[in-house]
């Protein structure tokens, strides 16, 4: 049988190098894909939840009065769920998980959902409406209930939460709300004295521009200086400045001018169309005029104690939310069980930026936590 297979194989082999195609017909069929529909049902083929007990859902859910977008995709429904809550205010994560949560959703159920003023779920709302509402209070509620919708649709009496950047905030409201909802609040890029980490990223930005002589950044950093002042608010205009200088200089992505290499990402999204991903940072722009300012001048770093276990991921050189300030308020927090993990290759954006990392810091820090709860499912 052997060799009746390997003389199949080579006859295969002939007949291919008996008829070459030409050049010409090779340039009459050009590669794929030719279009975003031919390279996001790629992307959508190759990560699909085929597994008998997988997951796969992308639908509106009612989250706090209004229609709310929600992921949730995972290979075993047995596995702890892990609900993302992505930053910004309105810097969604769906549309770029494609490329950093797929390794994931083989250890956890992933739930992600685009928050009000946020992708899809601004653009199935109207604007006018949602205004009134957008207010701490609100978005925490909305966090409350979407872990509520999590814990009850999913089967689970805990999950855990990530909370990224302004997501940090929310999740640190539920860690220290709810704790018997969490197997463990986990913070990336995690906020704690806001107004000394826009200073720091100031400080930051302008010693690199003045190390390279940029007469353009120290130009418009001087602009804005005193920056950050102690009490008092930060004009928007004046914090779009120092973050363009600070993702220039390596503070939102490391090594990189920016965080196009991660924003280009959404643009292969499967779970968007192309007239919905054309707009889905309208959400992003609406949102900070309402909640950015705000969010920069909180100091949360008086949170001393948590009653559920903390694991805080943090970017080396993130300098968009300043990752020093994260460690030494980490070190005075009192938790069932704490886990710092530094990324020396990241700023910001540590899953996107070390993804394989990320994966394995989950599996070793956090989904140990559920298991030992009996919450395991089958790793």
Known sequence: MAVAAGLSLGAGRAAAIAAPATAQQVAAKPPKPNSRAEATAIIANARKILTPNGVERLEAVRIGGIEQWVSVRGADRRNPVLLHIHGGPGYISIPMSWWFSRGWEEY???????????????????????????????????????????????????????GHSWGSYLGLQLAQRHPDW????????????????????????????????????IRDLESIAPYSPPGQIVPLKDIYTQRRWVEFYGGTMAYRHGNQAEGDLA?????????????????????????????????????????????????????????????????????????????????????????????????????????????GGEA
């Open 108 to 162: 956890f159920t992933v739930v992600q959902w685009d928050q009000r003023a946020a992708g899809k779920t601004q653009l199935i709302n109207d604007p006018a409406t949602i205004a009134p509402t957008l207010t701490f209070e609100r978005m925490v509620a909305d966090a409350e209930e979407m872990v509520g919708w999590a814990r009850q649709t999913l089967g689970k009496e805990k999950i855990f939460v990530t």
């Open 267 to 375: 643009d292969l999204s499967p779970d968007y169309t192309d007239a919905e991903i054309g707009r889905i940072w309208e959400g992003n722009a609406f949102g900070e005029r309402y909640l950015l300012q705000k969010l920069l001048s909180l100091d949360l770093s008086q949170v001393r104690t948590l009653k559920c276990p903390l694991i805080v991921f943090a970017g080396r050189h993130d300098m968009n939310v300043n990752a020093d300030l994260a460690a030494q308020w980490f070190a005075t927090v009192t938790a069932p069980a704490k886990h710092l993990v530094w990324f020396e290759h990241s700023a910001h954006l540590p899953m996107t930026e070390e993804r394989g990392k990320y994966l394995v810091s989950l599996l070793r820090y956090a989904r140990p936590l559920a298991e030992r709860a009996g919450d």
């Open 182 to 217: 969490l197997h463990a609040y986990i913070g990336v890029g995690q906020i704690t004295d806001f107004p000394e980490s826009e200073r720091r990223g100031w400080r930051f930005a302008m010693d690199a521009a003045r190390r390279e002589g940029n007469a353009a950044a």
